[in-house]
């Protein structure tokens, strides 16, 4: 029993060592070119399905999330970015060394719909090489992030630029959204987009077509804001996509060095004797008065004023109020007085009923006319108006 637990144990550590070396991928790449790397759902989604389960044919499209950073710290190294619009579009690490040196980068995927977590390791090791001494950069308007990062649409934009340096020795110094660079976030309209900055270099220098930007007749026409023209043999943009920004054009002559900034002068360590120092005179005093005014005394009446205003309604007022209660209780004795004298009137008038109904009140009776239908044999007086009261002063007892 306990022979086969521990075999199943070996396996396991076998398999996770497997798969741990699976999961660690190396590269190697020089300063100063562009590194890319896709993180790509698929890979992960092997992680998170075993394999039979793929082969039972039900295979998911997970939304995922991914969460980089240098093994044992808490984010990328300086030079490395990562991108991922959505949680249904790949992921993107990428961006351009400076210098030499090795890094880890810890890749942690979370599957949105299980919420599992698969862990890849990346080590990349940069290696000096020499810099590209001439350099351009170039704003791609119609473009995002995201989507000029697959290798297929960087081999496009390289192309076409390679056409316009007139060399095929080019490579993609760096990739920048332009939102790094204090672009705006565009309108989430069809035809609206970040935009990206590319930067190329090559050993070669620059073509005619490219030193076109550094004419002042070119600058001129780019500060005027208008059209900028430029001869159809310069256009080398294969989809509308890829061309550039012709006004957002800038050339890097790297080749030679940076002037040294001058050497700073040593002196002699002594101060020269200046006489002695002179404090500057104080400033003229200023009269606070007027301030204190306005923002003590004025709203300290204010508030006095509105006190005593307040004391007058609350004890002044007082008698005011229980007078008017008074009143009011006058007036409610008076209305039930009246109320007795009126149910005392009606009923006088009811006592009265002996005599004849006016003949608009009575059924049957026809105004036009004035004829009277069957009067008082069907309807008399003596029909009780309200049944089941017994009123001394009604009249529902049959007449004598
Ligand atoms: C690449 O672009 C980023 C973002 O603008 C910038 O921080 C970085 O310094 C650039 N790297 C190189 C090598 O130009």
Request: with cysteine.
């Amino acid at each position: 029993m306990a022979g086969s637990r521990s075999w199943v144990f070996l396996l396991t550590v076998c398999a996770a060592s497997l798969f741990g070396a699976n999961a660690e991928i190396k590269f190697t790449i020089p300063v100063g070119r562009l590194f890319t790397y896709e993180l790509m759902r698929e890979t992960f989604q092997n992680d998170f399905e075993p394999l039979s389960k793929l082969y039972a044919g039900r295979l998911y499209d997970d939304p995922m999330i991914f969460k980089c950073n240098r093994q044992n710290f808490p984010d990328l190294p300086e030079w490395l970015r990562f991108t991922q619009r959505q949680p249904f579009d790949n992921g993107f690490l990428y961006g351009t060394p400076t210098s030499p040196g090795k890094s880890i980068i810890e890749i942690y995927a979370v599957n949105k719909r299980s919420y599992e977590t698969a862990r890849h390791i990346l080590v990349i090791k940069v290696v000096t090489e020499k810099m590209l001494p001439y350099q351009a950069e170039f704003f791609l308007k119609l473009r995002e992030i995201e989507k000029v990062l697959p290798s297929t649409v960087q081999d496009e934009i390289k192309q076409d630029l390679q056409k316009l340096w007139d060399t095929g020795a080019l490579e993609i110094v760096n990739f920048t959204n332009a939102l790094d660079r204090g672009g705006r976030v565009p309108l989430p309209l069809a035809g609206h987009f970040e935009g990206v900055y590319v930067k190329v270099g090559s050993e070669r220098y620059f073509s005619e077509c490219l030193l076109r930007v550094l004419k002042t007749e070119h600058q001129k026409q780019c500060t005027r804001g208008g059209k900028v023209k430029i001869p159809g043999d310069c256009n080398f943009c294969s989809i509308p996509s890829n061309c550039i920004s012709w006004c957002k054009t800038e050339l890097f002559d790297l080749s030679k060095p940076e002037p040294e900034p001058p050497a700073p002068t040593v002196g002699s360590g002594i101060l020269e004797a200046a006489g002695d120092f002179d404090p500057p005179e104080s400033p003229p005093s200023r009269d606070y008065f007027p301030d204190y005014m306005v923002t003590v005394i004025v709203p300290l009446i204010l508030a006095i004023v509105l006190c005593l205003l307040l004391a007058y309604v609350m004890f002044g007022r007082r008698e005011g109020l229980e007078k008017r209660n008074a009143r009011t209780n006058q007036i409610q004795l008076y209305h039930h007085h009246t109320i007795h004298g009126n149910t005392d009137e009606l009923r006088n008038m009811a006592g009265n009923r002996g005599a004849l109904p006016p003949l608009s009140t009575l059924p049957m009776f026809n105004c036009r006319t004035g004829e009277r239908a069957s009067p008082l044999q069907s309807d008399s007086p003596t029909i009780p108006l309200i049944m089941a009261q017994h009123d001394p002063y009604s009249d529902t007892l049959p007449r004598k």
